[in-house]
Every structure is written in structure tokens, then in C-alpha cells.
């Protein structure tokens, strides 16, 4: 396992594919001559890459009761196919498809044969015999994305561009050289849907983009390690497309709603009416410089996938819940979080540290027609200091009079950039046509969004840095209070250098509570004298100013401020912005006859339908759409007076 320093850049080199000098040389080489580029001066700020190499895993099938298993060269089973889900007349290519659905994995990278060397079985061969056949599958080249190791290029000025204007960047946001992550693909655009190849680099506030072919700020080293290949839960699905970094199933973990429930009656906690706090992280928090942080358990992912609690009784404060809780929801998440690209994880014999939280979410009671039964979430990702690369959500209970309440997924990655003044002047095309078609499910998806249901048993898992999300509306048809109560893990970006863990923390306290054993009615009282542990009433109020700040939107759909015109154009970058980075306002007082930004500022009000996500902008009117902006804008107003309310970033 991890040494106890921190050892992921030294894990990443030993394991990832180096380029060497002469795959580089050849790369660009073929680029020249690919798009005509004869000025030697670009030699030194682009970097086209080489494909990455091809790798096979050979997969033997075999019927069982249970259904179609896969198994490796090595004997362990891969994938299963279910017994209820086989048709009754079976083909190679049906076949094929049930095998890629098993593994989370596309039918294109995949071939069907009966016997490794032979030939590949057509489509529409039929199947009556699986014991003797084989599944060829190439291994994480089929989609493209596979990211990319990056440091940052070396000079003293760069000028990166992204559609025509020029980008600031600025890469502190990034890891280390050495550690960070890129990917390279083409970028479409609201009012361009051909796009550019563009570099993305995803960090905790924004999503770094800009034009491949001059002036790159990051300088590839070399292929990001292959995933292992963990079987997938078997109802595990991608939602969105194969570029939304968000994959769900349904599991069930039986121990986990009574142990839950009998700490919550014990602790009832219940900052504000909506929210029942069962494992508050901002009760476990530590002090930095800029101020509190969550404390992280951490945990040891072994070569097969399963999950150790590292730390024993100084793991957590709550070292049995975070054994029998924390530990088997992320030993189910980890197939699903080895799936994510934006960025990849690397997981394989490596300490993880996770943040551990157990909440129910309380709505009330359908009970007069002015009682407030529903609950609604706003745009926000998760983590106020922290860096929260990934997310995972496993629900382990939701009350039958509860319907709506989808978690909905926008991307970050830049939806267009818009010029006005002297240059092509493509604001004039960003309106609610052009924003509805880049909406619009498909292959050729502009804005990469999802959503997914909820319900008993669901396991959520999504890239933070790629997604922003929010709860629609969830209404409670019942006359009682009806809850949805969730188990949520925020997995730290191993990238950076850890935070202070839970054993650490707890150290001090551990052991002086071991030597006061004998007095140990008095110990609580000792260790609050003594510093070493906090009162209950100093936790809740430091709480309190923690939620506070974390029910406040994190960031909205609007325009930013770090793009600018190498001629006479204005120029603005429009798109999820995180509140960390700072909003174009200047830029629309330059319009104030375009329309817009009416339809993208509309993203981020709720729905007023529980079953309609960001689409019910949409099948709006200007007029509708801009009283919603206004009742939004008061809604707001009102909530940021207190914590007592139905709309929110904090709850799942």
C-alpha cells in the first residue's frame, strides 16, 4: 500500500506510458503534414500526441445458472450477463451488446470469436453454444478520451486561444507538474457546433480549455495508467453519453439503513427543520489558514478492488460507522469511480481519502394548501475548501410519497465564447433556439447534461470537477413529513497533497482517553478542559456558520471575465462559472439589446415541475422567462437571511 508520505506521484510515473522522444517527433511530424504547417517557430508551444497504444483483454465465456459469466485468462469473473436478461434467440452481435452493457463498456471496442486468434463471428451469426466462445475487447482506447499526464510548458509568454478570442489561464488551480491531467478532443460550441480541438484540464473551480495547435500551456509526458477491470455492478449504466463522467446502479447494502437509524435517534440532530444530520462532516473539521476543513477518513483500495478502513478506532469519529457504512458503499463505488476520466483516479493499491456524511432530507407533509411539501435543490458542486474530485451517493432509503426529486448534471467545459464589435458577432446566434439544440440528447450533444432517478437502492457517482448538479423538485404527496436519506462519500483529489486524516486528529484525544480509562464517566469533560476536544454546543455553532455558508449557490451559468480580443472584438467566455472565478458584467452592459443571457441566466432557476429539468427553460416565453428570473432573484434575497428553507445546495 501508500507509504504514509505522500506517494501518488511516484505511484502515477511508475505505473503511466511515457512518450518517448521519437513517438513525439513522429506525432508531429504527421501533424505538419496532416494540416499544412510549415513555420518552424510552433515547434515549441504545440504538442500533438501519439495514439495511444492498443491493448486486448481476452474474456472466456461460460452458461451457469446464474446467466452468461465472463471470466479472465486468470479464472476471475469479469462480467455476468444475467440468466432473465439472455433472449431466446441469441446472436453474436446481441451477445455482444449484453457483454459491453455488463462491463460499462462500448460494443464497437469489442469482438466475438470462437477461439483467441480466430476469426470474428458475423452480427447475425446465431448462438446456440457460449461454452467455447471468446470476447476480444480493447481496452480504454475505443472512446478517445483516454486523459493525458501533463506538466506545464516552459516560456515567458502565452497567448492560448479559444474561438476567437485569447484565454487567460491561470494553472494554479492545477496539480503539480507530473500530476496533472488533460484531455484532448474537440470542443463544439453553442453557435458553432464543428467546434475546435481544444485541451481540457479539470480542476476544482473551472474547467481549463483552450485551442490545440500554438501557444499550449501544458506539455504532454504521457498516457494517464489503464483502469483495472473490476466488475461492474450488474445494473451499473453511464448516463449522458460516454463524455458525462456520471455512472449509477441499484444495490442494496442491508446493515447500513439500521445502523444509520439507530444513530440518528440517538444524536437527532436537526440544524434547520429540512435537514436531519446523522454523520455532520461540519461537525469533524479541522483549522488551516483559510479556515475550517473537513477531516477525511482514509482508506486502503487493494488490487482487487475491496476497501479497508485505515486507522482502526482513530479512522473516524465514529470508527464503527465508518467500518460498517463508509467502507462498504465505497468498496460498491469503487468499479463505478474507475470508470471516471474527468480526471481518472488512480486507485489500484493506493490510499484514498474520502470525506464521510449521512444526511436525511425532511419534507413536509402535504398538510393545507399552504404547507410547504416539497424540497428543491440549486446548481452547486461540492467541497468549500476542500477538493472534491468525485462524488459518491448511495441512498439507502426513500419514502414512497416522494416523487421527483431526478439529480440533474450540467457540464462545465465552456459552452461558447461570444464576440461582439469587430469580429463575426456571434451573440446575435446564442438565443434560446441555438441554447435549446445544444442541449439536446445525442451523439452530438454541445452541453454535456444528465440526469438521474432516484430511489431506493441507487449508488450515484460523478466527477465534481466536471459536473455541476442540483436536486429537482421533490414533492411529498402524503399528509406526514416523508424523507430521502443518503449516505455521501467526497473523495479528496488524490493529485494534491493529502489533508490532515481522522487518525491524526484523533491521536491526542485517543490516547489520553486510554489513559483515563479508569475516570471514564469524567472523560469528555477532561479532554474539553484540556483543548483537546471541543464541547457539543461550540461543534454546533461552528456548524452552523459552516452550512450557512455551504447553502449558498456555488457558482451559476453566466459570462466570465478571462477572455479578450487580439483585435478589436469583445469578447466573453459564457457557461457554468464557479463563484470563485469572477463574472462579465461589463461585457452585458455592451448589449443591452441581446437576449441571451436572459435564456442563460434562466438556467439556474429551478423547474417548477418536478418531473422537468433544465429543458422547461425552453418551453418558455420571454415574458415567463423573465418573471421567473425575477421571482428567482427575490427567492434568493430571502433565503440568504436564514437557514430555514426548501431550496438549497447542501442536500442529495
Not at 236 to 241: C, F, I, K, L, V
Not at 605 to 623: C, I, N, Q, T
Request: with cysteine; proline share 6%.
Amino acid at each position: 500500500m501508500a507509504s504514509l508520505s505522500w506517494s501518488y506521484p511516484r505511484a502515477l510515473h511508475e505505473r503511466m506510458i511515457f512518450f518517448t522522444e521519437g513517438e513525439l517527433a513522429e506525432a508531429k511530424e504527421k501533424q505538419d503534414r496532416g494540416s499544412g504547417y510549415e513555420d518552424d517557430s510552433q515547434d515549441d508551444d504545440w504538442y500533438p500526441i501519439p495514439p495511444p497504444p492498443v491493448r486486448y483483454q481476452i474474456m472466456s465465456l461460460s452458461q451457469s445458472d446464474r446467466g452468461i459469466l465472463g471470466t479472465n485468462l486468470a479464472g476471475a469473473e469479469i462480467c455476468l450477463v444475467p440468466k432473465e436478461h439472455l433472449p431466446t434467440k441469441l446472436t453474436a452481435q446481441c451477445l455482444l451488446e449484453l457483454v459491453a452493457n455488463s462491463l460499462g463498456a462500448s460494443v464497437q471496442e469489442m469482438a466475438l470469436m470462437r477461439e483467441v486468434g480466430g476469426s470474428n463471428l458475423a452480427g447475425d451469426e446465431p448462438i446456440d453454444e457460449v461454452d467455447t466462445l471468446v470476447v476480444k475487447q480493447a481496452v480504454g482506447e475505443a472512446d478517445g478520451t483516454r486523459p493525458v499526464v501533463c506538466q506545464r510548458a516552459q516560456g515567458e509568454y502565452f497567448e492560448p486561444s479559444l474561438g476567437e478570442g485569447s484565454v487567460d489561464i491561470n494553472l494554479e488551480d492545477l496539480p503539480q507538474d507530473g500530476c496533472i491531467q488533460a484531455i484532448k478532443e474537440n470542443r463544439p460550441f453553442v453557435t458553432d457546433s464543428k467546434g475546435e480541438m481544444c485541451w481540457h484540464a479539470y480542476s476544482r473551480t473551472q474547467v481549463v480549455t483552450y485551442r490545440t495547435g500554438r501557444d499550449e500551456m501544458l506539455k504532454p509526458l504521457g498516457y494517464f495508467p489503464l483502469q483495472p477491470a473490476w466488475k461492474l455492478p450488474l445494473t451499473a449504466r453511464q448516463s449522458g453519453g460516454f463524455r458525462c463522467d456520471v455512472w449509477s446502479a441499484s444495490i442494496t447494502l442491508p446493515r447500513i439503513k439500521e445502523l444509520l437509524d439507530k444513530h440518528a435517534l440517538l444524536t437527532n440532530d436537526r440544524p434547520i427543520p429540512r435537514y436531519q444530520m446523522i454523520v455532520d462532516p461540519n461537525q469533524f473539521v479541522q483549522p488551516t489558514p483559510a479556515g475550517p476543513v473537513w477531516v477525511p477518513c482514509e482508506f486502503d483500495v487493494a488490487p482487487d478492488g475491496s476497501v479497508a478502513l485505515v486507522g482502526g478506532e482513530r479512522g473516524h469519529e465514529y470508527p464503527q460507522l465508518a467500518r460498517e457504512v463508509a467502507a462498504p458503499v465505497l468498496a460498491a463505488a469503487v468499479p463505478l469511480l474507475a470508470k471516471l476520466r474527468r480526471p481518472q483516479l488512480l486507485l489500484e493499491d493506493q490510499r484514498l481519502q474520502a470525506v464521510f456524511k449521512a444526511q436525511r432530507i425532511i419534507v413536509p407533509g402535504a398538510a393545507g394548501d399552504s404547507a410547504d411539501a416539497e424540497y428543491l435543490g440549486l446548481w452547486h458542486v461540492d467541497g468549500h475548501r476542500e477538493r472534491v474530485v468525485a462524488v459518491v451517493l448511495y441512498y439507502y432509503h426513500v419514502d414512497e410519497s416522494l416523487s421527483g426529486g431526478d439529480m440533474e448534471f450540467c457540464g462545465r467545459e465552456p459552452m461558447d465564447v461570444l464576440g461582439y464589435g469587430d469580429c463575426s458577432n456571434n451573440y446575435e446566434q446564442f438565443d434560446a433556439g441555438s441554447l435549446r439544440q445544444a442541449f439536446r440528447e445525442g451523439p452530438e450533444t454541445i452541453v454535456h447534461n444528465c440526469r438521474v432517478p432516484i430511489g431506493n437502492g441507487t449508488l450515484l457517482v460523478f466527477s465534481n470537477y466536471q459536473m455541476a448538479h442540483r436536486v429537482l423538485r421533490m414533492v411529498n404527496s402524503s399528509k406526514t413529513e416523508a424523507s430521502r436519506d443518503f449516505v455521501a462519500l467526497f473523495v479528496l483529489d488524490p493529485a494534491f497533497p493529502p489533508l490532515r486524516p481522522a487518525k491524526s486528529v484523533l491521536a491526542q484525544s485517543y490516547l489520553t482517553s486510554r489513559a483515563l480509562k479508569p475516570l471514564a464517566p469524567a472523560v469528555g469533560r477532561i479532554l474539553e478542559y484540556a483543548g483537546t476536544k471541543q464541547s457539543g454546543r461550540t461543534l454546533k455553532a461552528q456548524r452552523n456558520l459552516l452550512l450557512k455558508e455551504q447553502l449558498q449557490p456555488t457558482g451559476e451559468f453566466c459570462g466570465g471575465s478571462n477572455v479578450h480580443a487580439t483585435g478589436n472584438g469583445c469578447y466573453t467566455m459564457v457557461g457554468w462559472l464557479h463563484k470563485l472565478l469572477e463574472e462579465d458584467d461589463e461585457w452585458l452592459e455592451l448589449l443591452e439589446d441581446w437576449n441571451g443571457h436572459k435564456w442563460l441566466s434562466a438556467l439556474n432557476v429551478p423547474a417548477k415541475k418536478h418531473d422537468r429539468g433544465m429543458s422547461e427553460v425552453f418551453s418558455l416565453d420571454e415574458a415567463e422567462v423573465t418573471q421567473r428570473l425575477k421571482e428567482f432573484g427575490d427567492q434568493l434575497t430571502h433565503d440568504s437571511t436564514g437557514l430555514d428553507s426548501g431550496t438549497s445546495t447542501a442536500g442529495k
